[in-house]
């Protein structure tokens, strides 16, 4: 009988990091209020980066060698990542869906992840204020400026700098929406938004609601008795069609392998792996070795398995409703 996933959140910053965004948020405020307090904040940006070793995590081996604006601008980027990250909020109890926060977290990154059918939770936002980068896949550490065909200009992304900082509004809001839509009000939303939310509300927020199955259909189990069967996976990972839980789920169903969000994933890991080692050795690989798991296979819905196929140079082809693999497209060379 399989369980729900540990619900999820993200990541947010602690401690020295922290620290630090908040004296790069100064920086820059001092830049053009007071550039007099620059030195100061410098100096207190220095002290914390060299005592804390954070210029390693961004790869300086010799933070003296770098210009501030520089390192400023590599250190928000990181720093927007990682407070972007998905982590896990604790455990998943067995039979038990995850309570207010915590359900509404998993919601917001189960929603994020688009598939064949829908946009995702924050692009959607995003399409609907008119923004023009992809929350999922924008470089965060990129300055943000409203587009000039942007719908509005809302008042809590005015104070944004960075993608990073826009993106984070988005989360915000997002997790909002979420909130608002478990506890059964409405909010005026674009229309992206409004289709996202309503797939939510019929499909993701019901099915999560039906966790406590899993304790039934277990000890129908134990009973000898039928337990629905169901496909497996991470809904995290773009499996949302996994929900609810509880079933007696078969580990791959071969037919659906690779998934088009796998394809997707495992595609730019070819190009990649082409890429790196193009550019090392000045030729193309003539051979080439991917250990491929199952249980790596059951948890991405084939990332492995699309980057081979990749690497073969054929994508696969997808039939309708069902989304199983029906037949494979030879790429042609120019892709």
Same mark, same amino acid.
């Given at each position: 009988?399989?369980?729900?996933?540990?619900?999820?959140?993200?990541?947010?910053?602690?401690?020295?990091?922290?620290?630090?965004?908040?004296?790069?948020?100064?920086?820059?405020?001092?830049?053009?209020?007071?550039?007099?307090?620059?030195?100061?904040?410098?100096?207190?940006?220095?002290?914390?980066?060299?005592?804390?070793?954070?210029?390693?995590?961004?790869?300086?081996?010799?933070?003296d060698?770098?210009?501030?604006?520089?390192?400023?601008?590599?250190?928000? +980027?990181?720093?927007?990542?990682?407070?972007e990250?998905?982590? @896990? !909020?604790?455990?998943?109890?067995?039979? #038990?869906?995850? $309570? /207010?926060?915590?359900?509404?977290?998993?919601?917001?990154?189960?929603?994020?992840?688009?598939?064949?059918?829908?946009?995702?939770?924050?692009?959607?936002?995003?399409?609907?204020?008119?923004?023009?980068?992809?929350?999922?896949t924008?470089?965060?550490?990129?300055?943000?400026?409203?587009?000039?065909?942007?719908?509005?200009?809302?008042?809590?992304?005015?104070?944004?700098?960075?993608?990073?900082?826009?993106?984070?509004v988005?989360?915000?809001?997002?997790?909002?929406?979420?909130e608002?839509?478990?506890s059964?009000?409405?909010?005026?939303? +674009?229309?992206?938004?409004?289709?996202?939310?309503?797939w939510? @509300? !019929?499909?993701l927020?019901?099915?999560? #609601?039906?966790? $406590? /199955?899993?304790?039934?259909?277990?000890?129908?189990?134990?009973?000898?008795?039928?337990?629905?069967s169901?496909?497996?996976?991470?809904?995290?990972?773009?499996?949302?069609?996994?929900?609810?839980?509880?079933?007696?789920?078969?580990?791959?169903?071969?037919?659906?392998?690779?998934?088009e969000?796998?394809?997707?994933?495992?595609r730019?890991a070819?190009?990649?792996?082409?890429?790196?080692?193009?550019?090392?050795?000045?030729?193309?690989?003539?051979?080439?070795?991917?250990?491929?798991?199952?249980?790596?296979?059951?948890?991405?819905?084939?990332?492995?398995?699309?980057?081979?196929?990749?690497l073969?140079?054929v994508?696969?082809?997808?039939?309708?409703?069902?989304?199983?693999?029906?037949?494979?497209?030879?790429?042609?060379?120019?892709?």
């Amino acid at each position: 009988v399989d369980h729900l996933t540990p619900p999820m959140t993200r990541a947010e910053l602690y401690g020295s990091l922290q620290q630090l965004e908040g004296l790069i948020d100064e920086y820059y405020e001092a830049q053009s209020l007071d550039p007099s307090r620059l030195k100061l904040i410098s100096d207190r940006i220095t002290q914390l980066v060299t005592q804390e070793n954070l210029h390693q995590d961004l790869g300086i081996e010799h933070f003296d060698t770098i210009n501030m604006a520089e390192f400023l601008t590599r250190a928000d +980027g990181y720093l927007c990542e990682l407070k972007e990250a998905q982590i @896990r !909020d604790g455990l998943h109890i067995f039979g #038990q869906c995850p $309570p /207010q926060s915590q359900l509404r977290d998993l919601m917001v990154a189960i929603a994020r992840i688009p598939d064949q059918n829908r946009l995702g939770l924050t692009r959607a936002i995003a399409q609907d204020l008119g923004l023009d980068f992809d929350p999922l896949t924008a470089d965060l550490s990129k300055p943000f400026s409203f587009p000039p065909n942007a719908n509005f200009a809302p008042s809590h992304l005015c104070g944004c700098r960075t993608i990073g900082d826009a993106v984070e509004v988005l989360e915000e809001q997002a997790a909002e929406l979420v909130e608002s839509l478990i506890s059964y009000s409405q909010e005026e939303v +674009g229309e992206a938004t409004h289709k996202e939310l309503q797939w939510m @509300r !019929d499909h993701l927020l019901p099915s999560l #609601q039906q966790t $406590p /199955q899993e304790i039934t259909h277990l000890l129908r189990g134990l009973e000898g008795k039928y337990i629905p069967s169901g496909s497996a996976g991470a809904p995290t990972r773009g499996r949302a069609d996994v929900l609810p839980t509880g079933r007696n789920f078969y580990s791959v169903d071969i037919r659906g392998i690779p998934t088009e969000t796998a394809w997707n994933v495992g595609r730019k890991a070819a190009e990649a792996v082409i890429e790196r080692y193009t550019q090392e050795n000045g030729e193309y690989p003539r051979t080439l070795a991917i250990s491929v798991w199952g249980t790596s296979t059951m948890r991405t819905g084939g990332d492995d398995v699309a980057e081979a196929l990749a690497l073969l140079g054929v994508q696969p082809v997808w039939e309708g409703v069902s989304r199983r693999v029906v037949d494979f497209e030879i790429l042609p060379l120019s892709v």
